[in-house]
């Protein structure tokens, strides 16, 4: 779902920031007005793309953003998952990968810092959906992206990364409802099946 959210974020955060100079142009205090209003008139031109994955050959147009998700094990669980006699619950390190891509320099450069503003701008929403830590973990060099320059595309492309840390609980049980016990099968040698060889299936009740 740290995809989902972080889509969410960038791109109520676009829609913010495009509304006015107001909110836009303190994402770029070291700036020049000029180069302020190419930026801000960019994203004000431009349809921003979004997608869940790149597969080497755009399949919308550019500029274009798209989220990988991956996750790894978190290895400080409480005793038994148990949060309370009431929950349980365990806790996952969703990372994801935010693609930029654009013809223009000037337009991953105000990508990347607008995804960045968009995330922070959000952040009590990320706390809110049950992430306990938020960490900006860095971004590649701007640069042209090696898998489009083969087909004659002149794309500028960059990288920013985030991990997560996040809580997910459920209700241990749920009143007034009992859970069902389903037959097992097991293999016993006692048993022979249709076809003579010895192992054949017992079907039991738990």
């Known amino acids: 779902m740290f995809d989902l959210h972080v889509l969410h974020a960038i791109k109520n955060g676009f829609n913010y920031y495009k509304q006015n100079r107001t909110r836009f142009d303190p994402l770029f205090p070291a700036l ?11 994203l004000n031109t ?3 793309n979004f997608d869940y994955a790149y597969s080497g050959t755009p399949t919308k147009s550019l500029p274009l953003i798209t989220i990988e998700l991956s996750e790894t094990s978190y290895d400080s669980q409480a005793l038994g998952n148990k949060s309370t006699d009431d929950l349980v619950h365990i806790l ?3 990372k994801v990968t935010i693609n930029i891509y654009s013809k223009e320099l000037d337009g991953v450069r105000m990508l990347h810092r607008t995804v960045i503003a968009s995330m922070l701008l959000f952040h009590d929403s990320f706390i809110n959906a049950g992430y306990q830590n938020l960490l900006y973990s860095g971004s590649t060099p701007l640069a042209p992206t090696e898998e489009l ?8 492309g960059r990288q920013l990364r985030y991990d997560a840390l996040h809580l997910l609980e459920i209700p241990s049980k749920i009143e007034g409802v009992t ?11 006692e048993f022979t ?3 003579g060889i010895a192992g054949g ?3 039991t009740n738990t």
């Open 32 to 42: 020049g007005n000029e180069i302020t209003t190419r930026f801000f008139n960019y």
């Open 92 to 94: 996952t390190s969703p």
């Open 201 to 203: 299936i017992q079907t």
């Open 193 to 195: 099946s249709s076809s």
């Open 46 to 48: 431009r349809t921003i």
């Open 149 to 156: 320059k083969g087909e004659g595309l002149n794309v500028y």
């Open 179 to 189: 859970l069902p016990l389903y037959d097992i099968q097991i293999a016993s040698s």
